[in-house]
């Protein structure tokens, strides 16, 4: 599914959370948290996303790095800082970059180690702040690492590793297909051409600059 991601569009403000970076995780604490009455499966059910754009939001100083479900049915977006945003599209566009980013560095290093990244994982988004996770495998070690979406997914992409989410997250920063296509009724599509526009054009709202703090 091509997204036609373009300028600035329009999110529901739930989905559009500006993030920072997680704080370390405590040992023994659980990844992710239900409260309430919410029920536990919200955090061990996972769902496996796709990433499809890195989108520059430029009136907000930031990107958005655009995920969905492999079904196309559901968007996840994730604002990240310019660092991150240029390591993501280089990668999505099988490119090298003219110099080594902070995240080809990890990579390098996890390489030359004999390691390889199986899996990322986002677990929780908590207030403003998602935390998550990047599983190495070394020979028989397996190691788990607190680590930023923002690394994590370019990581991921660097390996071909799959990127999973848990239903906390994307129940409560998702965006279906059905909003995104609601979103659109009346609005003026590529060139004025109304709502018959690009069905699977993402509307995104950026965070306000004061709130633009990356992943």
Do not use: N, W
Not at 29 to 46: H, I, N, W
Not at 195 to 200: H, I, L, Y
């Amino acid at each position: 599914m091509a997204l036609a991601l373009g300028g600035l569009l329009f999110l529901p403000a739930l989905a559009a959370r500006p993030a920072v970076a997680a704080p370390t995780q405590a040992a023994g604490e659980s990844p992710c948290v239900t409260s309430g009455g919410d029920d536990p499966a919200l955090c061990r059910e996972l769902i496996e996303l796709v990433v499809r754009d890195v989108v520059p939001l430029v009136e907000a100083q930031t990107h958005a790095v655009v995920l969905t479900t492999q079904d196309g049915e559901t968007v996840l977006p994730i604002f990240v800082d310019e660092s991150a945003a240029v390591a993501i599209a280089f990668r999505l566009a099988e490119l090298k970059s003219p110099q080594p980013l902070a995240q080809d560095l990890l990579d390098d290093v996890v390489h030359k180690l004999g390691a390889s990244v199986t899996e990322v994982r986002i677990d929780d988004l908590r207030g403003d702040i998602y935390t998550g996770r990047v599983f190495i495998k070394q020979g028989k070690k397996s190691l788990e690492l607190d680590a930023r979406p923002a690394d994590s997914i370019a990581m991921a992409l660097d390996g071909s590793a799959r990127i999973r989410v848990t239903r906390k997250v994307l129940s409560q920063a998702g965006i279906s297909r059905d909003d995104i296509e609601a979103l659109h009724q009346g609005m003026p599509g590529v060139g004025g051409s109304g709502g018959g526009g690009e069905p699977d054009a993402v509307p995104m709202k950026a965070p306000k600059k004061s709130q633009s703090i990356s992943l």
